[in-house]
């Protein structure tokens, strides 16, 4: 039985900001010694965030060593009271309902759960203390600059590590001024990035169906090829075919079981995928359950200008940008982001007019479909009374039962595209419009 252990995720940071300090340390030391520059530089930079980190590394060392478990074995993010006994037991459980998949992802989904852990370290922190962290690296590497002799005999590469060093505390300084990050625009990427999760295995549990459904047709497609086959046998035995002819239809064979092993194991790796992604382990023995029927009616309500309105105030890129724009110290870095913020409010308008264009097609292409299947739903009515009269043959009445299969297959097929494309408009008004 499929399961997740709980345990309890928590992590106490230290109140308090140290002011904000840039400047460049003085007194640089003279040395004939000589040194490599670069790599006691890339070393100062490693062990800065080596130092800044040791507050966390008895949490982070706990977090490893679940994080080497089995992924079933995860912890959920919430706290047991968080839901009803019913619904942890529904999430829990070995069948997979369309509902449950935003539920699934918040509480087992890897990048998630290691998500969360990383913020907890983050959630206290402004725009200087991320700054701050830019300046204090860089100044390391000021103080323990050591300029060679000019007798050395090494002077022109040691001096060129010096340079080096240089450019690399300056390039980090200019970072810090530059930087507009802090807890709410992490906390922002990793929302972003969880929507996106949920978002992408809402589309690969319809795509499960939409291959399932599929191999109806193939297995359709493959009987037929073997009918044909033993057909043009009897036909060559009959002196009425020849033996290009039978290997021809034997080929038909091959190449349709062919597409129905292939077409079988791509279904396997979409279940898999979207199984992984939800916090089940390798190979567990999951059921999927139904999706939701389209809503037409729905469609007809949506007013896209109101849409787009709702999608500029809920975009998540936008959201990163307003915040980065509010929190920028240069001149610079603020016409950037302000450009930024215009180009992206026009991506994401334009993104919600083609979700909705995409809709619509989809919509139109769901209606021809059905109406296709109501004409082979006849043929097909028709060809039972032919059967039951013997008025056809068991060829003819093959024929068409294979194209009344292929039209309920197409039609179940749309049907799913058209849930894809309402599911790909909600959240583009829901805040994943591009906006690139």
């Not at 069948?95 to 509480?107: F, S, T």
């Not at 090494?154 to 390039?171: H, K």
């Not at 200019?174 to 625009?185: F, I, K, L, N, P």
């Amino acid at each position: 039985m499929y399961y997740h252990k709980c345990i309890s995720m928590i992590h106490t940071v230290g109140g308090g900001n140290a002011p904000i300090v840039r400047r460049r340390t003085q007194g640089i030391n003279r040395s004939i010694a000589g040194r490599d520059q670069k790599g006691w530089n890339d070393k100062m930079i490693q062990e800065r965030w080596i130092r800044q980190g040791k507050r966390t590394a008895g949490f982070l060392a706990a977090v490893i060593s679940v994080s080497l478990l089995p992924f079933s074995a995860l912890a959920q993010q919430s706290p047991e009271f968080a839901y009803s006994a019913e619904k942890w037991a529904s999430l829990r459980d070995d069948k997979l309902e369309y509902e449950e998949i935003a539920d699934l992802v918040h509480e087992y989904n890897n990048t998630v759960l290691k998500n969360h852990i990383a913020y907890q370290d983050e959630r206290d922190k402004n725009k200087d203390d991320v700054a701050q962290d830019y300046y204090n690296t860089a100044n390391d590497i000021y103080s323990n600059i050591q300029y060679p002799d000019s007798d050395d005999a090494n002077y022109g590469s040691q001096m060129a590590g010096v340079l080096n060093s240089r450019l690399q505390a300056d390039q980090l300084m200019e970072r810090g001024d530059e930087s507009t990050e802090d807890h709410e625009t992490i906390k922002l990427g990793y929302d972003q990035t969880e929507a996106g999760l949920v978002k992408q295995a809402q589309g690969l549990m319809i795509q499960y169906w939409n291959q399932y459904y599929t191999l109806d047709s193939l297995r359709q497609k493959k009987i037929q090829a073997e009918n044909s086959y033993q057909s043009e046998q009897n036909r060559l035995n009959a002196g009425m075919s020849t033996q290009a002819n039978v290997l021809k239809a034997r080929e038909a064979v091959s190449s349709a079981e062919a597409s129905l092993l292939s077409a079988e194991s791509n279904l396997e790796k979409t279940k898999e995928s979207l199984l992984l992604m939800l916090g089940w382990s390798y190979g567990s023995q999951v059921e999927i359950g139904q999706l939701p029927e389209p809503d037409l009616a729905q469609i007809e309500a949506i007013h896209v200008e109101a849409d787009i309105q709702t999608a500029l105030d809920a975009n998540y890129s936008l959201k990163l940008t307003k915040k980065r724009l509010s929190n920028a110290r240069t001149t610079k870095v603020k016409d950037t982001l302000t450009q930024t913020q215009s180009n992206q409010q026009e991506a994401v308008a334009a993104s919600v007019k083609d979700g909705y264009n995409s809709l619509i097609l989809a919509r139109s292409n769901y209606e021809q479909a059905r109406q296709a299947f109501d004409l082979e739903k006849t043929s097909m009515d028709a060809a039972e009374r032919k059967l039951a009269a013997g008025t056809i043959t068991r060829n003819a009445y093959q024929t068409q039962q294979t194209s009344y299969l292929t039209a309920e297959v197409t039609v179940r097929t749309r049907q799913l595209e058209l849930l894809k494309a309402m599911v790909d408009y909600k959240w583009a008004v829901d805040g994943l419009a591009s906006a690139s």
